[in-house]
């Protein structure tokens, strides 16, 4: 069965430094997510990616952050300068349509 | 941000009993609600979803109500395995947005 795809599983990184989440969505689908989930609270919508731009984006997701799909498989969330409360699980997922949204693994972000 | 609302934070229930897992949210706008279930160290699962413009969903031993006067839908799981022992978080998304709204979670046990 397809699945979202999520690297690396964990990433440690120092406060201010540049970090980059990678995703590959399910093959077919053509709408790319990000969420994230910090300890102890709520899953959070912070951006949708269609047709190669940005279709909605929360306001957690300030200029420190961008996504982008560098080729025909690969969708990645970078943060610039990294803050002790980005330290979270991120989650990527992808939907085909205006259905449900499947979910990777995530990548726990620890920020030092 | 208490738009989706899972009172609950914890059932138990014995195997082959029924378990009934609620959500209230406060949006007016939300018209699409799912359920996912999550084990540890991995990403939200899709279970089930409902359209507003129905009250009810069955998919095998899951089946969503929605009271949409009362703002509240539930997920019931008959009959309850141990397998099905996870956290389960409802969703919903407004109309014309593909951004999900969790609730906090609800952790079932199932007991064999």
């Given at each position: 069965e397809p699945e979202v795809t999520q690297t690396p599983s964990h990433q440690v990184t120092q406060m201010g430094q540049e970090v980059i989440l990678r995703c590959v969505p399910i093959s077919n689908h053509l709408y790319f997510y990000?969420?994230?989930?910090?300890?102890?609270?709520?899953?959070?919508?912070?951006?949708?990616?269609?047709?190669?731009?940005?279709?909605?984006?929360?306001?957690?997701f300030d200029d420190q952050f961008s996504v982008e799909r560098p080729d025909g498989s690969n969708f990645t969330l970078k943060i610039?300068?990294?803050?002790?409360?980005?330290?979270?699980?991120?989650?990527?997922?992808?939907?085909?349509?205006?259905?449900?949204?499947?979910?990777?693994p995530g990548t726990r972000l620890t920020v030092l | 941000d208490?738009?989706?609302?899972?009172?609950?934070?914890?059932?138990?229930?014995?195997?082959?009993?029924?378990?009934?897992l609620n959500c209230d949210y406060t949006n007016s706008m939300f018209?699409?609600?799912?359920?996912?279930?999550?084990?540890?160290a991995e990403g939200p699962t899709f279970l089930i979803?409902?359209?507003?413009?129905?009250?009810?969903?069955?998919?095998?031993?899951?089946?969503?109500?929605?009271?949409?006067?009362?703002?509240?839908?539930?997920?019931?799981?008959?009959?309850?395995?141990p397998g099905d022992s996870a956290v389960y978080f409802c969703a919903a998304s407004a109309t014309?947005?593909?951004?999900?709204?969790?609730?906090?979670?609800t952790r079932l046990q199932v007991q064999p």
């Open positions: 990000w969420y994230r989930q910090i300890l102890g609270q709520k899953v959070e919508f912070l951006v949708s990616f269609y047709n190669n731009e940005i279709s909605e984006k929360s306001e957690i610039r300068s990294t803050k002790l409360e980005d330290s979270a699980m991120y989650f990527c997922a992808s939907s085909e349509w205006d259905e449900e949204q499947f979910f990777g | 208490q738009q989706v609302k899972q009172n609950s934070p914890s059932l138990s229930v014995q195997e082959g009993r029924i378990s009934i018209d699409y609600f799912l359920w996912y279930k999550k084990y540890p979803s409902i359209s507003s413009i129905k009250d009810k969903n069955e998919d095998g031993r899951f089946t969503v109500f929605l009271n949409k006067s009362a703002k509240h839908l539930s997920l019931h799981i008959v009959p309850s395995q014309g947005r593909r951004a999900l709204t969790f609730g906090s979670g």
